[in-house]
């Protein structure tokens, strides 16, 4: 079996990162064209509020847990511990984006008309912030 060296096996990983943050990075030039295409300018507008207000909120709910577990989880010996990490850190982002959704659903007729996104999408805005909330804490654990 042949082994690859150390330094072909980083130059190699670090060229399939790169390959994916420009493929990530170019889904912007592709997309936008084709929404501003097909939406019109009014849906393009609530398209676009409704991504603003999602990755403002992400953020929010997240609170820094994919950073601390990116940190804190390999320093962890026993999986024990790594399991109560993960569990923990899931569950609070779980609660966390929960009430922020909560809070948008209470206040939804007010939030309308400061953000300009009409009452049918607040649902869909707090189903976005629960599932990227808990995307943002798989992606720490995967790191």
Do not use: C
Not at 70 to 75: D, T, Y
Not at 91 to 96: C, M, P, R, S
Not at 103 to 130: C, D, E, G, T
């Amino acid at each position: 079996m042949l082994r690859m060296p150390h330094y072909a096996k980083f130059v190699k990983d670090i060229g399939l990162v790169g390959i994916a943050q420009i493929l990530t990075n170019a889904r912007g030039f592709i997309l936008i064209p084709i929404l501003t295409k097909t939406l019109g300018a009014a849906d393009y507008g609530i398209w676009a509020q409704l991504a603003i207000t999602v990755n403002f909120l992400i953020p929010l709910t997240s609170l820094g847990l994919p950073n601390a577990l990116i940190r804190f989880l390999p320093a962890s010996k026993e999986i024990k511990d790594m399991g109560e990490q993960i569990w923990s850190s899931v569950f609070v982002t779980l609660g966390v984006s929960l009430a922020v959704g909560l809070l948008l659903l209470l206040f939804a007729n007010p939030l309308q008309h400061i953000v300009q996104i009409p009452n049918p999408f607040i649902i869909f805005i707090v189903f976005l912030i629960v599932t990227q909330s808990q995307n943002n804490i798989s992606s720490g654990i995967i790191q």
